[in-house]
């Protein structure tokens, strides 16, 4: 399997995830510029990371991904089996994947939005206020847990992700407790290492 990836970006997830999951996987990082080029978008057609390579089978859109590889290797519990526990996992699946991510993607892309330098302001500082709000949902359902669901799923990698890039744009969360011990829990981990020096971010 080979997985394509921005460094930091949402792919980082799924770099954890095929971290977790032990199966052989090789990673190739694609430049900016690379994105919008026909050859990867071949690949993904909106010019994005990550994709996933496996074999014949080309797949985009993070949160397919992470499920493909949960389910490749059912043994970690990625995903878990009852209906419910795989709708805990896929309900913050969404929400760090529609919610979190779609808004922050406002910050990030600001631009695509407005040209004008003010709006430009305006909209990121609305859209900080709304990842505050958001993140404070997240925290008050990390109370008491390692992980998001309870157990570790595949929705904790794209948590952490987004919190790290919470800190690179030095979103003030430190009152929300829970999820900075989830985030020291998450650089604590084995996959999570490998995945962060593999990329140079560590
Ligand atoms: N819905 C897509 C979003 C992918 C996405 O927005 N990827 C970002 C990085 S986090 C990207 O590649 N952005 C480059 C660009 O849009 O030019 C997914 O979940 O995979």
């Not at 878990?80 to 779609?102: I, M, Q, T, Y």
């Not at 990698?157 to 985030?183: C, E, H, M, V």
Request: hydrophobic fraction near 40%; glycine fraction near 6%.
């Amino acid at each position: 399997m080979k997985l394509y990836y921005l460094p930091g970006a949402c792919s980082l997830a799924s770099h954890i995830v095929l971290e977790w999951i032990g199966k052989p996987y090789e990673t190739q990082v694609v430049g900016r510029d690379e994105l919008k080029q026909p050859p990867y978008l071949a690949l993904n057609p909106a010019g994005a990371v990550p994709t996933l390579v496996d074999g014949d089978f080309v797949l985009t859109q993070s949160a397919a991904i992470l499920e493909y590889l949960a389910e490749l290797s059912p043994e970690p519990g990625l995903l878990p089996e009852s209906p419910r526990e795989r709708a805990e996992v896929r309900r913050w699946l969404g929400f760090c994947n529609a919610d979190l991510h779609r808004t922050f993607a406002l910050i990030f892309t600001a631009g695509y939005y407005t040209d004008n330098a003010e709006f430009q302001q305006q909209l990121v500082s609305k859209t900080e206020s709304k990842l505050v709000q958001l993140f404070s949902i997240i925290d008050k359902q990390l109370e008491g847990k390692q992980w998001i669901t309870g157990t570790r799923s595949i929705a904790d990698p794209y948590l952490y992700t987004i919190l790290r890039w919470a800190r690179g744009k030095k979103i003030d969360i430190t009152s929300l407790k829970n999820l900075q011990t989830f985030f020291a829990g998450m650089e604590n981990d084995a996959g999570v290492k490998v995945a962060l020096q593999a990329q140079g971010l560590s």
